[in-house]
């Protein structure tokens, strides 16, 4: 029996290659992207020559996921896995291995120069361990060793953050590379180069919509520097809830000052929080921003207590259901960027 499934395969596969040679029609490149950002970009570089689709779905954290079984079905069934690297995707190993996925890979970011993960809150690192007062803290630490938050961040970038409401199990690099426009060109032309050797059969026309597409993101690349010009440089400071944004951050020269991420601690403690809404004080931060892929209680929260408002949503790590004009990487950036200048100009 198990000699007949084997023969059978083979068969198949046969046919499958015939076809494909004797075919222009030849099935779409069955493509699975690990997370939805990546699978809208495989859409526009693919076209009608790919079946494209996500592990992690719209407004899913892929941060927190956890893979089920009809992953591992879908992931099976790939000619072609996109990833975005950077240990983004710490769950997909073991979904690889699930799945029995031997096929080739691309990793979007290969090539970036990644920014270290710094938490985004230096700031709150330093200010918190100017004078040792480790012992002071008033609730507990599940009896971990080292309470030095900052040397968390430098020494043990692979500490395990699960268990919290928005788990951050990342490398010491930031992986959240596509929130840069200019980042995403990279993205393009790794996506573009996996498809063509996956499928050279139409490489020329993978080719010709990289090139379109590569175009609208710098046209809007364009468009969000020219309007961000409305909003003065000591104005661009702005609360978010987890650490997503340093890559636009850099890009447009705003500062995102994230509530989780400035400690071992995914969820914040009291005095985290209370150093936080002390510099959106004293700093005059306006804005305070919702993610769709995070709670929005502790933001809430920090608003109600420093009097910001509450900005809008901004999309991090996933983009917005079909038809929300959040549902593609360009609509999530042009909406993060209305959300911003609305909030911020003067
Ligand atoms: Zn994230």
Same mark, same amino acid.
């Given at each position: 029996?198990?000699m007949?499934?084997?023969?059978?395969g083979?068969?198949?596969?046969a046919?499958?290659?015939?076809?494909?040679?004797l075919?222009?029609?030849?099935?779409p490149?069955?493509v699975v992207s690990?997370?939805?950002?990546?699978?809208?970009?495989?859409k526009?570089?693919?076209?009608?020559k790919?079946?494209?689709?996500t592990?992690?779905?719209?407004?899913?954290?892929a @941060?927190s996921f956890?893979?089920?079984p009809s992953?591992?079905?879908?992931?099976?069934?790939?000619q072609?896995?996109?990833v975005?690297?950077?240990?983004?995707e710490s769950?997909? %190993?073991?979904?690889?291995q699930a799945a029995?996925?031997?096929?080739?890979?691309?990793?979007?970011?290969?090539?970036?120069?990644?920014?270290?993960?710094?938490?985004?809150?230096?700031?709150?690192?330093d200010?918190?361990?100017? =004078?040792?007062?480790?012992?002071?803290?008033d609730h507990? @630490?599940?009896?971990?060793?080292?309470?030095?938050?900052?040397q968390?961040h430098? =020494?043990a970038?692979?500490?395990?953050?699960?268990?919290?409401? @928005?788990?951050?199990?990342?490398?010491s690099?930031?992986?959240?590379?596509?929130?840069?426009?200019d980042?995403?060109q990279?993205?393009?032309?790794?996506?573009?180069?996996?498809?063509e050797?996956?499928d050279?059969?139409n490489a020329?026309?993978?080719?010709?919509?990289?090139?379109?597409?590569?175009?609208?993101?710098?046209?809007?690349?364009?468009?969000?520097?020219?309007?961000?010009? *409305?909003?003065?440089?000591?104005?661009?400071k702005?609360i978010?809830? @987890?650490?997503?944004?340093?890559?636009?951050?850099?890009?447009?020269?705003?500062?995102?000052i994230?509530l989780?991420?400035v400690?071992?601690?995914?969820?914040?403690?009291?005095?985290?929080?209370?150093?936080?809404?002390?510099?959106?004080?004293s700093?005059?931060i306006?804005?305070?921003?919702?993610?769709?892929?995070?709670? *929005?209680?502790?933001?809430?929260?920090? *608003?109600?207590?420093?009097?910001?408002?509450?900005?809008?949503?901004?999309?991090?790590?996933?983009?917005?259901?079909p038809?929300?004009?959040?549902?593609?990487y360009?609509?999530?950036?042009?909406?993060n960027?209305?959300?911003?200048i609305?909030?911020?100009? %003067?």
């Amino acid at each position: 029996m198990k000699m007949r499934g084997m023969y059978s395969g083979r068969m198949v596969l046969a046919l499958g290659l015939l076809a494909a040679s004797l075919s222009v029609q030849a099935e779409p490149l069955r493509v699975v992207s690990s997370f939805s950002i990546l699978n809208d970009m495989v859409k526009e570089i693919g076209g009608d020559k790919v079946m494209a689709s996500t592990i992690v779905p719209a407004n899913g954290d892929a @941060h927190s996921f956890e893979p089920r079984p009809s992953d591992a079905k879908t992931l099976a069934k790939a000619q072609l896995l996109v990833v975005n690297g950077l240990e983004f995707e710490s769950w997909l %190993p073991r979904l690889q291995q699930a799945a029995g996925y031997k096929g080739p890979q691309v990793v979007a970011t290969e090539g970036i120069t990644p920014l270290a993960f710094e938490g985004g809150a230096d700031d709150h690192a330093d200010h918190d361990h100017d =004078h040792d007062h480790d012992h002071d803290h008033d609730h507990d @630490h599940d009896h971990e060793p080292a309470h030095d938050h900052a040397q968390d961040h430098e =020494h043990a970038p692979e500490k395990d953050h699960s268990g919290h409401e @928005h788990s951050h199990q990342h490398g010491s690099q930031d992986p959240h590379a596509w929130q840069s426009l200019d980042l995403a060109q990279i993205y393009v032309r790794n996506i573009s180069k996996g498809l063509e050797q996956a499928d050279p059969v139409n490489a020329q026309y993978y080719q010709g919509r990289a090139k379109d597409y590569a175009q609208r993101i710098q046209e809007l690349d364009d468009s969000i520097k020219t309007r961000l010009q *409305a909003v003065p440089v000591d104005k661009r400071k702005v609360i978010t809830s @987890h650490d997503a944004f340093s890559y636009m951050g850099k890009a447009y020269n705003i500062r995102f000052i994230p509530l989780v991420g400035v400690s071992s601690q995914a969820e914040p403690s009291a005095r985290d929080i209370a150093q936080i809404i002390q510099q959106a004080r004293s700093e005059q931060i306006q804005a305070i921003f919702v993610e769709n892929t995070v709670s *929005a209680k502790l933001v809430e929260q920090v *608003a109600r207590e420093t009097g910001a408002k509450v900005g809008g949503t901004l999309y991090s790590d996933a983009l917005g259901v079909p038809g929300s004009g959040v549902d593609t990487y360009l609509g999530m950036m042009r909406s993060n960027t209305d959300q911003l200048i609305k909030a911020l100009q %003067p």
